[in-house]
């Protein structure tokens, strides 16, 4: 991504030359990132959130501060993500969707698909919280069975 980037920057600079397909890529490979990384993201808790509270509670709190965001936040929130992109998806690949640029890329619809790959990795990351947590509040698992890497 970084060299697409870098080679975009260099041809229209240095060489006065633009791709519009090499710039809607950068778009494309940042989308996927960050859409089909999501649920690895939040398996690592790689994900923001006030560690000044998190970090002091006991693993059971932890587990259950996991179980209520997975059930009364995560899961609605990915459910109408999912709900509401349904039409929004369908329509671009019924006209197989491509780039509003004449020479852009004609696989839009692929990426709005990633739409509901984003929805339904979280969503089953969300249950895979749930059911560890679960395991956790009865004494059958532990939340930090992971060395957690600190954040710079």
């Avoid at 690895?40 to 959130?49: A, E, F, K, P, S």
Wanted: glycine residues 6%.
């Amino acid at each position: 991504m970084v060299l697409v980037t870098v080679v975009i920057v260099v041809l229209r600079y240095g060489f006065n030359v633009g791709f519009i397909w090499m710039q809607e890529s950068v778009r494309f490979m940042h989308a996927f990132v960050f859409l089909l990384c999501a649920g690895y993201t939040l398996l690592h808790n790689g994900h923001v959130r006030v560690d000044i509270f998190y970090l002091k509670m006991s693993e059971r709190r932890k587990a259950m501060v996991d179980i209520f965001g997975s059930i009364f936040f995560l899961i609605p929130v990915c459910s109408a993500i999912l709900f509401y992109s349904w039409d929004y998806v369908l329509n671009s690949w019924a006209q197989l969707e491509g780039s509003l640029e004449e020479r852009g890329l004609h696989a839009v619809y692929l990426l709005k698909t990633t739409i509901w790959a984003f929805s339904v990795l979280m969503i089953l990351q969300a249950v895979s919280r749930v059911i560890h947590g679960t395991a956790t509040l009865t004494g059958r698992e532990h939340l930090n069975d992971e060395e957690e890497e600190p954040v710079l």
